[in-house]
C-alpha cells in the first residue's frame, strides 16, 4: 500500500514539473502585459492627491486593442495547437469590443466548435445575446466534450431565457421561453454534474427555471423577508392591501444612487395613496447603515447583507437597481419596469377605486 501511495505521489510531482508549452508561454506573457499595465494605471489611481491626477489615470486606462492584436497574430500561426485556445478564449472574453475579438468569436464556431478547452469562453457567450447563437448551435453540434457542450447548452438557453424575460410580444416570449427550456432540459438531463469555474451550470438553470414560472407578471410574489436596520422583522406580506414598489440595490451599485431620491419622492407621493416603497440593500450591514444615511433613504429596507443575500438570491437578480410593483393581492403587476410606470398604475388605482 506504501507503495502505491509512494508511486502516486510520484506521479503528482511529474505532473507538477511538466514545463508550459512555449506558446502558452507567450500566451500568458501578452495576457500578464496587459494586466500589469492596467494593475499599474490603477495604482497610480488610487495614489493621485488631487482629482486633477485621478481624471489623467482615469483617462489613460490601457487598452486592450494592441494586446488583442498581438494575440490574433499568435493564434493564427498555430491553429493546429492544444494551446492555442488560451488565446482564443482570452480575445472573446478580454477582448470582445474589438475586431480581433469578434474574429475569435466567428472561429469558435468554425475551426475550433469541437476542440476542448473552450468551455469558459463559450459560457461567457452568454453576454453576447442572439449574435452568438450560430457559433453556440455548432459547438452544440460539433463538441463531444462534456463541458464544452453543456457550456454552450447554457449559454444558448440563458441567451433565451433573457430574450423572453424582456418581450413585451406574448407570441416572441412564448417563443424564446420554449428555446431556453430546450437547452435547459438538455443540460439537465445529461450534464447536470458539469461545472465551470467553479460553479455548478444545473444551480444556474434551476434559478432561472424558477424566475421563469415564479417571478412573471401576474404570479404571486415570493415572501421578502428580513430585518431591518433597527433589527426589526418584517416581509412583503405584511403590506398586502397596498401597492408595494419594491427595490433591490446597494450603496456599492453607482447605478443605484441617482435612482434613490427618486424612491424617497415615489415613497412621499404615494404615502397616502395605498402605495408604499420597500428595498431590499445588498450592502453588508454596516455599510447599509451608512448607505441608508448618505443617501437619506426614506423608506423601509430588509436588509440582505450580501448581492446574493437570500431575497436577492430568491429573486435571481441579475441588475441592480430591480424595481418590482406587487398589487394589494400580492401579485405581481410590473417587473423591472420604469418607476413613472409604477407610480403612474398605482395613482390610476386609486383613481378608479374612488
Known amino acids: 500500500m506504501r507503495s502505491i501511495l509512494l508511486l502516486l505521489l510520484s506521479a503528482v510531482s511529474t505532473l507538477a514539473q511538466v514545463p508550459a508549452s512555449p506558446l502558452a508561454t507567450e500566451i500568458r506573457a501578452i495576457i500578464d502585459e496587459y494586466e500589469n499595465t492596467v494593475r499599474a494605471n490603477t495604482q497610480k489611481l488610487i495614489a493621485a492627491s488631487t482629482e486633477e491626477e485621478k481624471n489623467k489615470y482615469r483617462a489613460s486606462i490601457p487598452s486592450a486593442g494592441p494586446y488583442a492584436t498581438k494575440m490574433m497574430t499568435l493564434v493564427q500561426a498555430n491553429l493546429d495547437q492544444p494551446d492555442v485556445v488560451k488565446g482564443v478564449n482570452w480575445l472573446v472574453m478580454g477582448a470582445a469590443g474589438f475586431p480581433e475579438g469578434q474574429e475569435a468569436l466567428k472561429m469558435l464556431g468554425t475551426t475550433f466548435a469541437d476542440r476542448a478547452g473552450i468551455a469558459e469562453s463559450v459560457k461567457n457567450l452568454e453576454f453576447q445575446g442572439l449574435p452568438a447563437e450560430p457559433v453556440l448551435r455548432a459547438v452544440i453540434e460539433k463538441n463531444k466534450n462534456r463541458d ?11 441567451i433565451h431565457f ?3 424575460d424582456a418581450s413585451a410580444d406574448r407570441a416572441s416570449a412564448a417563443a424564446s421561453k420554449l428555446k431556453a427550456l430546450e437547452c435547459f432540459g438538455q443540460l439537465t438531463a445529461d ?10 451550470l444545473s444551480d444556474f438553470v434551476a434559478k432561472m427555471l424558477f424566475e421563469m414560472t415564479n417571478l412573471q407578471v401576474g404570479c404571486e410574489a415570493p415572501e421578502i423577508e428580513g430585518k431591518d436596520a433597527d433589527g426589526v422583522p418584517f416581509k412583503l406580506s405584511d403590506y398586502r392591501g397596498k401597492y408595494v414598489i419594491v427595490i433591490f440595490w446597494g450603496g456599492w451599485c453607482h447605478a443605484c444612487h441617482g435612482t434613490l431620491p427618486l424612491m424617497n419622492q415615489a415613497a412621499a407621493q404615494l404615502k397616502d395613496k395605498n402605495g408604499i416603497v420597500i428595498g431590499v440593500n445588498t450592502d453588508i450591514e454596516t ?27 430568491l429573486y435571481n437578480l441579475r441588475n441592480f437597481p430591480t424595481l418590482y410593483l406587487i398589487d394589494p393581492k400580492g401579485v405581481i403587476a410590473i417587473k423591472n419596469g420604469s418607476l413613472d410606470a409604477m407610480v403612474a398604475q398605482v395613482l390610476a388605482a386609486q383613481g378608479t377605486a374612488k
Open 287 to 313: 455599510e447599509a447603515k451608512k448607505a441608508l444615511t448618505d443617501y437619506q433613504v426614506s423608506f423601509r429596507n430588509v436588509l440582505d447583507n450580501t448581492s446574493s443575500g437570500p431575497n436577492t438570491s
Open 148 to 158: 464544452e457542450k453543456a457550456a454552450a447548452l447554457y449559454a444558448l438557453g440563458a
Open 162 to 164: 433573457k430574450n423572453f
Open 191 to 200: 450534464y447536470f454534474d458539469v461545472t465551470i469555474q467553479g460553479f455548478k
